[in-house]
């Protein structure tokens, strides 16, 4: 089974311009959740998506939005970009089924879109 | 809030020796734990992990035991390997939600 893949995996952009980062799961997982990594706050947790729906989100300014398909892909958006938003955005499935917790399995992680703001 | 709180390092050991990388938590009830690694440019991998107390989770050598009364879950191995050269995450799980709480990260480099 192919892991999860996030495009791009790199890519520049200018203060004050948005971006689109893209995740696809593993086939069959339908839970995806997002986290920023950063040398200075470490790996903040950025929000969740199960079933199309937003189910938690972390403590991010509303410039940071995301929102998930119907096969499960996931996307999050920027808008307005700042140089703090430079990061690894790291994008994680796990196989959670519907009527089951949240938190019942493993969270498989991606590779990681590396953004940086200029 | 729940937070993890694990040594910052780096930790530079020489190949054979024996490893520890303290974390400890706070949390409100009784989290799940976890050992994640990440090796350069790449995404992390979960590597060991503890659900409830006095669970000891194992994987490559690797363990941590879930000590509820010291709120800590040290990751420890007896003998490692330049390969095992990495930065090492301890985090934390609340049962019902998906959000995972990350220490700052541990750079571990083994040299021959």
């Known amino acids: 089974k192919a892991g999860v893949t996030q495009t791009p995996r790199y890519l520049i952009k200018t203060r004050g311009q948005q971006v689109t980062l893209s995740c696809s799961p593993i086939s069959g997982h339908r839970s995806v959740s997002w986290y920023q990594q950063t040398p200075g706050q470490g790996l903040q947790f950025l929000f969740e998506?199960?079933?199309?729906?937003?189910?938690n989100k972390g403590n991010f300014p509303g410039r940071f939005s995301g929102r998930q398909f119907s096969n499960s892909r996931s996307e999050m958006n920027v808008s307005t970009l700042e140089l703090g938003d430079s990061a690894l955005y790291l994008c994680?499935?796990?196989?959670?089924?519907?009527?089951?917790?949240?938190?019942?399995?493993?969270?498989?992680f991606g590779p990681g879109t590396r953004l940086t703001v200029t | 809030g729940n937070s993890v709180t694990q040594m910052e390092g780096p930790v530079t050991l020489s190949e054979e020796a024996f490893l520890t990388i303290n974390c400890t938590y706070t949390a409100t009830g009784y989290p799940s734990l976890f050992w994640y690694v990440q090796y350069p440019g790449e995404g992390l991998q979960l590597l060991l992990k503890a659900t409830k107390a006095d669970d000891k989770g194992s994987n490559k050598g690797f363990e941590a035991t879930y000590r509820k009364e010291t709120t800590s879950f040290h990751l420890e191995k007896g003998s490692v390997q330049v390969s095992d050269s990495a930065v090492y995450f301890c985090a934390q799980r609340q049962g019902g939600s998906e959000k995972l709480v990350f220490g700052k990260g541990t750079k571990l480099t083994v040299n021959p």
């Open positions: 994680a499935s796990s196989p959670r089924l519907a009527g089951e917790p949240a938190g019942s399995y493993e969270q498989y």
């Open positions: 998506y199960f079933s199309e729906t937003q189910r």
